[in-house]
């Protein structure tokens, strides 16, 4: 379903149910600065990104505060705490997705639901790539030197997708015994 319409979200709500785990992970917030991204490329993609979190947020928030149990996890990005003049439009999503999250969470625990945040680096995905070249082409005139800003992050690489997923604790108690502990 399109979650950018909100009436979706409804609809979503009545065939999932109940659920004890919402991850609200979603993407397309395009790069560029206050004077390439237009309005309609903005609000496109902020009522895909920050308003589809809020509206999935609000409809199962409200079920799992009546059970007493949840939780809710935003995969936001970092593109909230590391402001970037030229992706102007996730800088400013993302950050009100964090604000949004800590406001919720810091009352919804109260009520047996955890609200969370993760803010993950940059992974290495065919739209990364994708932003990579752009950004190239457009401060180097050559979209082929997009590895050139991997120079600054660990490893000098972006993480990959497995890397991402694998939240297992990886301490010696959890790797001796093969439980699945999350960290």
């Known amino acids: 379903m399109d979650l950018s319409d909100s009436l979706n979200v409804d609809r979503l709500i009545d065939v999932a149910g109940d659920i004890d785990i919402l991850v609200n992970n979603t993407g397309a917030i395009p790069v560029g600065s206050v004077a390439d991204v237009d309005e309609s490329r903005w609000r496109e993609a902020w009522d895909l990104k920050v308003y589809g979190y809020i509206n999935m947020t609000r409809a199962f928030l409200a079920r799992m505060t009546a059970r007493g149990k949840g939780v809710i996890i935003n995969d936001i990005g970092m593109g909230g705490e590391k402001l970037d003049y030229n992706y102007i439009a996730g800088a400013a999503g993302n950050a009100s997705i964090m604000a949004f999250t800590r406001a919720i969470g810091g009352r919804s625990i109260y009520d047996g639901v955890r609200v969370i945040g993760v803010n993950p680096g940059p992974v290495e995905t065919e739209r990364t790539q994708t ?13 082929n030197r997009g590895s050139e800003y991997y120079a600054n992050w660990p490893m000098e690489r972006f993480a990959r997708p497995d890397e ?10 959890c790797i001796g015994s093969r439980k699945l502990h999350f960290r």
């Open 164 to 173: 991402m997923s694998d939240v297992r604790c990886h301490c010696m108690s």
């Open 131 to 143: 932003m990579m070249r752009q950004k190239a082409l457009t401060e180097f005139g050559d979209e």
